[in-house]
């Protein structure tokens, strides 16, 4: 029984100076909500990065595609009575009516 009262009274008095050690480790490493906030504070800053990054370049993209084709002032399309219809020619079987709107639809455009 005196061995066990020995090692307990040795242990008592080691005790203050792990003590000591365990409180210094303890101050030195990082507390869980510290390593939290941390983690919030990385994210948040990769998700507005990530953000202007992306409005950035569609900035950009715009910018550079309403630029790239040159202007060209709009020209007027072309009536559509200008264009020149064939008569059919003899060997083909179109009928005396087809030929006789396609001279008509000829001379209407030959004129303007």
Sequence with gaps: ???RIAILEEFAADTPAR????????????????????IISVIKWMVGTAALLAAS???????ALSNAAPRHPHRRPLPCRCRRYPLPNS??????????VLRDLNSITSRN
């Design 57 to 63: 370049g569609i900035s950009i993209m715009t910018f």
């Design 1 to 3: 029984m005196e061995e």
């Design 19 to 38: 003590l000591a050690r365990i409180e210094a480790r303890v101050e030195q490493t990082v507390a869980r909500a510290d390593w939290n906030a941390a």
């Design 91 to 100: 060997q083909n079987s179109a009928s005396w009516r087809d030929r006789a």
